[in-house]
């Protein structure tokens, strides 16, 4: 479904929202502060309390025992060497440099759609791309597997400017490839076959960041989604659009799948009531199944800038979480 439920073709560089561009992908490194993926969380992200004590981070290595200074953790108090001593004594440890993440960034014609600001296919793109160029400034590798209804593009974690430019390139490529005009299939069994790669690609204590509306969500996903948890963490981004929750009023809409139509009366009132359901059947599936494992969900709204709305979610915006939390468990569509 188009942005303006036109069938017609657009200039793919000169359409903010509908397609993405290389140099904006790039020029979003300046804005990518503010938020982080560690287990370390400001009180305000949505990843502190039980979502951030079930993220591995980094890991840590033993440097020294010391003692005790102003100002130290006293949760790393050793209890031995204060006892035996007489005087306080702590364990200092520094961060691993290594914590790769894995990107799943989705590009299938399923994604092009919105009604506000930016198609899901922009926002998973832009979200993206702050996280890669984030996650490359922290000093980690990332990598991505991009994938579209008839491709999988597989990039290995690594930690350079160069392997972000291959991601962002690979977005863009795919990106610009959507539209109703191109006669694409949407294929469900894309979802099932990324997860299964990212199996294989990342090994063990990476972080595994799902950027898709998750169309084909069924329980084979779910699983390869548990076994992911097993040895990794995994972090969802559904993006959806704010007509999964607010249908607009007096309006007939057409539904398609690619190859059939309905007509949907929006003034029915018994329809008005079970569509926003339908619509966020994905966002409770996910919710159900994987916040259980520990799995945090930050919904994506095309409706409202990407860069806001990520660090609303991971950083310190004391005032609009409360918003951002509402709007996000609305819908999914």
């Not at 904006?24 to 938020?35: E, K, P, T, V, Y």
């Not at 009132?269 to 494992?293: G, M, V, W, Y």
Request: charged content about 25%; proline content about 5%.
């Amino acid at each position: 479904m188009a942005k303006n439920n036109q069938n017609f073709s657009v200039d793919r560089e000169a359409t903010p929202g509908v397609y993405v561009s290389l140099q904006d992908l790039i020029n979003l490194q300046r804005q990518a502060s503010g938020f982080s993926f560690l287990p370390r969380q400001p009180v305000y992200s949505l990843l502190s309390g039980r979502y951030g004590s079930r993220l591995r981070g980094r890991g840590l290595d033993f440097e020294e025992l010391r003692q005790y200074r102003p100002g130290d953790d006293i949760r790393l108090l050793d209890w031995k060497a204060t006892k035996r001593t007489r005087h306080p004594y702590v364990r200092v440890y520094s961060e691993e440099r290594e914590r790769p993440v894995l990107m799943l960034v989705d590009q299938r014609v399923a994604m092009f759609f919105g009604s506000r600001v930016n198609m899901k296919s922009v926002t998973a793109a832009e979200a993206a791309a702050l996280a890669a160029w984030r996650v490359v400034t922290a000093g980690d590798r990332v990598g991505a597997i991009i994938f579209n209804d008839s491709e999988i593009i597989e990039i290995k974690p690594q930690r350079s400017r160069k392997t972000v430019m291959q991601i962002l390139q690979q977005i863009v490529r795919q990106n610009r490839a959507l539209g109703l005009d191109r006669d694409i299939e949407a294929r469900k069994d894309m979802l099932d076959q990324v997860l299964e790669r990212a199996r294989k690609l990342a090994g063990h204590d990476y972080l595994v960041c799902v950027f898709s509306d998750f169309f084909g969500l069924n329980d084979k996903s779910l699983h390869l989604a548990k076994l992911l948890c097993r040895h990794n963490d995994l972090m969802l981004l559904p993006v959806y659009d704010q007509l999964a929750g607010e249908l607009p009023p007096n309006a007939t809409l057409v539904i398609s799948d690619g190859h059939r139509q309905i007509l949907l009366d929006a003034r029915d009132e018994r329809f008005k009531k079970r569509f926003p359901e339908f619509l966020q059947a994905r966002h409770k599936a996910l919710t159900d199944n994987l916040t259980k494992f520990g799995v945090p969900i930050l919904p994506l709204n095309t409706g409202a800038p990407v860069v806001g709305q990520v660090r609303e979610f991971l950083g310190y915006v004391p005032g609009r979480q409360a918003r951002v939390r509402t709007e996000g468990v609305r819908g999914a569509r």
